[in-house]
């Protein structure tokens, strides 16, 4: 009995990190309608950047908030500086798909760059609070304070971006740019900088999933990191499985990802959780292809 809710536990908690990496990639998909590849490497450099803010404020929660102050930054810098002149310059045959491949390279430059100027070492991020679980009746659970942490990030993050989404003239902005982007502008609505803004939230939902997938994970810090190329490849199967149009089915996606596979993990075998993942997101294709929590689109005439 304690295995399987320490099994519920390891999953609710690592679906919890998957879930911001799918935020940060539904919020980009809704403002622009682009897949963002590229938010690992984001999600890498502003972790890179709390690591340093660590060693100088010798804080972890500041470092947090600079990371994703820092990162909504990086990401603003991308959008205006790259992904604006592309869309703009993007007339081709391929016009759908090029600021897709655009962001795979973009993810590549990042993690090269990272790796002249940061070297190849590993660093280490360590929890700011313990990562031991909590004992109850003699029995020490899978739930740490940290853990805890993150799960209450998830969920604080989840209601704040789906309140301003719904309840502002913000989300609506930031939907019609991402629909419509021509009759926004006839509305008075300056896409680009929505755009840019979509972008900016993206990255602190990215820098968060970062500084707090590592510590959370083996804490170990490096250009070649493999958690943060799983991180991007299960947050973006969470996201597709939620349904790329819904904030809450990111989450949802996430945490049924994470149950799952701490369910293969702990019961069948590790070495099938990649494939697992990806069955789960044909088997829910398959049943619901707009995604757990999508709206089938409405038939045009």
């Given at each position: 009995?304690?295995?399987?809710?320490?099994?519920?536990?390891?999953?609710?908690?690592?679906?919890?990190?998957?879930?911001?990496?799918?935020?940060?990639?539904?919020?980009?998909?809704?403002?622009?309608?682009?897949?963002?590849?590229?938010?690992?490497?984001?999600?890498?450099?502003?972790?890179?950047?709390?690591?340093?803010?660590?060693?100088?404020?010798?804080?972890?929660?500041?470092?947090?908030?600079?990371?994703?102050?820092?990162?909504?930054?990086?990401?603003?810098?991308?959008?205006?500086?790259?992904?604006?002149?592309?869309?703009?310059?993007?007339?081709?045959?391929?016009?759908?798909?090029?600021?897709?491949?655009?962001?795979?390279?973009?993810?590549?430059?990042?993690?090269?760059?990272?790796?002249?100027?940061?070297?190849?070492?590993?660093?280490?991020?360590?929890?700011?609070?313990?990562?031991?679980?909590?004992?109850?009746?003699?029995?020490?659970?899978?739930?740490?304070?940290?853990?805890?942490?993150?799960?209450?990030?998830?969920?604080?993050?989840?209601?704040?971006?789906?309140?301003?989404?719904?309840?502002?003239?913000?989300?609506?902005?930031?939907?019609?740019?991402?629909?419509?982007?021509?009759?926004?502008?006839?509305?008075?609505?300056?896409?680009?900088?929505?755009?840019?803004?979509?972008?900016?939230?993206?990255?602190?939902?990215?820098?968060?999933?970062?500084?707090?997938?590592?510590?959370?994970?083996?804490?170990?810090?490096?250009?070649?990191?493999?958690?943060?190329?799983l991180l991007l490849v299960f947050g973006f199967i969470a996201a597709v499985i939620?349904?790329?149009?819904?904030?809450?089915?990111?989450?949802?996606?996430?945490?049924?990802?994470?149950?799952?596979?701490?369910?293969?993990?702990?019961?069948?075998?590790?070495?099938?959780?990649?494939?697992?993942?990806?069955?789960?997101?044909?088997?829910?294709?398959?049943?619901?292809?707009?995604?757990?929590?999508?709206?089938?689109?409405?038939?045009?005439?």
């Open positions: 009995m304690f295995t399987f809710i320490d099994t519920l536990l390891i999953g609710l908690t690592s679906g919890a990190v998957y879930s911001l990496m799918a935020i940060a990639l539904v919020l980009v998909w809704r403002s622009t309608r682009v897949v963002n590849f590229a938010q690992a490497g984001q999600a890498l450099l502003s972790t890179y950047i709390g690591y340093e803010c660590m060693g100088r404020f010798h804080s972890f929660w500041i470092a947090l908030a600079l990371a994703m102050i820092l990162g909504a930054g990086v990401s603003a810098l991308i959008e205006m500086l790259f992904m604006r002149t592309l869309f703009k310059r993007n007339t081709g045959p391929i016009a759908g798909v090029a600021p897709i491949i655009a962001t795979l390279g973009l993810l590549g430059i990042i993690r090269g760059g990272i790796g002249i100027f940061m070297g190849g070492k590993e660093t280490i991020i360590r929890p700011p609070l313990s990562n031991v679980g909590f004992t109850i009746s003699g029995h020490t659970f899978a739930l740490s304070p940290f853990k805890l942490v993150i799960l209450s990030a998830v969920l604080i993050m989840m209601i704040l971006l789906s309140l301003i989404f719904t309840k502002t003239n913000i989300g609506l902005a930031l939907r019609a740019s991402a629909y419509a982007p021509e009759i926004a502008r006839l509305a008075g609505v300056k896409v680009d900088a929505i755009r840019t803004l979509g972008w900016a939230i993206a990255g602190a939902a990215g820098a968060a999933a970062g500084m707090l997938q590592t510590p959370n994970g083996t804490g170990a810090l490096s250009p070649d990191s493999l958690e943060f190329s939620g349904g790329l149009e819904s904030l809450v089915g990111a989450v949802i996606g996430g945490l049924l990802l994470g149950l799952v596979l701490a369910i293969v993990l702990m019961y069948v075998n590790a070495t099938l959780l990649f494939m697992t993942a990806f069955v789960l997101l044909i088997v829910v294709l398959l049943v619901r292809p707009q995604g757990i929590m999508g709206k089938k689109a409405g038939r045009r005439a």
